[in-house]
């Protein structure tokens, strides 16, 4: 089946603008998690979502980003007034029912270069 | 927030060679996966080890886990070039589900 999908692939704005990424899980997948990576660095946790819980949030950097799901389905992760600092590949990736032992499958990424 | 640390930070080997990469962390773990990375995009998963076990296989891929020392080393043997991506250790967080990531270790293959 169909792994997980990012939109856009790439993403280029000026700075001050909004952007709103989108990921598509993998059928079946209940748990969806949000990641950033900054160039030459590893992943940092932005985001979770489990089911109908409330999501965790506690990974966003700041108020100026937001993250909403659509029951067990696509989720967006919007940027406001966005910063050359938010520059990086945010990753999507989802699992079967969260949890640490559970594999997260990862979408190819957006990456967002910010003007 | 970074847990697990990658060393050595770019590795360059031939062909045919084994490619040894180590992790190390600070807090007590559940359990530690190895991701590989192509091109800077999606992460693929390669294994999970748990943290009451000390060695586990797959294919050409041989991890191991010391708890004790907070390190894991990831082996690939008789490495290709294909094998060329970034590797990142990932340990499981106070969450339960989010993934601390290192920074990773750039593994290039020559023919």
């Known amino acids: 089946g169909a792994g997980v999908s990012q939109s856009p692939s790439n993403k280029v704005t000026e700075k001050g603008k909004d952007v709103e990424l989108r990921c598509d899980p993998i059928?079946?997948?209940?748990?969806l998690y949000w990641y950033r990576q900054r160039l030459g660095q590893g992943l940092e946790f932005l985001i979770y979502?489990?089911?109908?819980?409330?999501?965790?949030k506690s990974g966003l950097p700041s108020d100026r980003f937001s993250a909403e799901r659509t029951g067990e389905s696509v989720s967006t992760l919007t940027i406001q007034r966005t910063q050359q600092e938010d520059s990086a590949v945010y990753l999507c990736?989802?699992?079967?029912?969260?949890?640490?032992?559970?594999?997260?499958?990862f979408g190819p990424g957006t990456r967002l270069t910010v003007l | 927030s970074q847990q697990g640390e990658e060393d050595p930070q770019a590795l360059s080997i031939q062909e045919g060679e084994n490619a040894t990469m180590n992790c190390s962390y600070k807090?007590?773990?559940?359990?530690l996966q190895w991701y590989r990375q192509n091109s800077g995009r999606g992460l693929v998963h390669l294994i999970l080890?748990?943290?009451?076990?000390r060695e586990k296989h797959s294919g050409r891929l041989r991890v191991t886990l010391d708890t004790s020392k907070k390190s894991s080393s990831l082996l690939i043997t008789a490495s290709r070039a294909a094998d060329t991506a970034s590797y990142f250790c990932?340990?499981?967080?106070?969450?339960?589900?989010?993934?601390?990531f290192g920074k990773g270790t750039s593994l290039l293959v020559t023919p």
């Open positions: 979502f489990q089911g109908n819980s409330a999501p965790d």
């Open positions: 990736a989802s699992s079967l029912i969260g949890g640490s032992t559970d594999t997260q499958y």
């Open positions: 080890i748990r943290s009451n076990e």
């Open positions: 990932a340990t499981d967080g106070s969450s339960g589900y989010a993934l601390n």
């Open positions: 807090t007590s773990i559940n359990n």
């Open positions: 059928s079946g997948h209940t748990a």
